[in-house]
């Protein structure tokens, strides 16, 4: 999921290089911090969160079919 998440946020960056993932499991599922490029960070949040909602969704979806949680969080 980890990667599945890093290949999409890269795609969307000016700088990728600059895209750093920090996973932690929990219990039941994994928790996921984005950490970006400034400059970046309007286009992967997009107009009122559209992108990164979109992000979340896939990964939730991957993460449901592996019986599993997700939380993708990205600190500003």
């Not at 996921?32 to 400034?38: A, M, N, T, V, W």
């Not at 400059?39 to 949040?45: N, T, Y």
């Amino acid at each position: 999921m980890k990667e599945l998440v890093e290949y999409l946020v890269k795609s969307l960056a000016e700088h990728p290089d600059e895209v750093v993932l920090i996973s932690e499991e929990t219990d039941d599922g994994v928790s996921l911090e984005l950490r970006i490029s400034p400059e970046d960070l309007g286009r992967i949040i997009g107009k009122n969160g559209n992108t990164i909602n979109a992000i979340r969704t896939v990964l939730q979806a991957a993460a449901s079919s592996h019986k599993k949680r997700a939380k993708l969080d990205v600190p500003t």
